[in-house]
């Protein structure tokens, strides 16, 4: 989910840029919880 939205965001952002011609940073829509989320594609023996 967070994943869709970040690559929703890409392209307004883009534009936002290029209009404002300035770097804008794409929003952080885990709050912060993509740093402590364990993996859960592939691991191990059970898949």
């Known amino acids: 989910m ?3 939205a ?3 965001a890409i392209m307004p952002l883009s ?7 300035k770097v ?3 929003l ?3 709050n912060e919880k993509y ?3 364990k993996p859960a594609f592939a691991l191990g023996a059970d898949h």
């Open 2 to 4: 967070y994943d869709l």
């Open 6 to 8: 970040t690559w929703y």
């Open 28 to 30: 952080d829509f885990t």
């Open 24 to 26: 804008i940073d794409i």
């Open 15 to 21: 534009e936002q840029s290029i209009q404002e011609e």
């Open 35 to 37: 740093k402590t989320r």
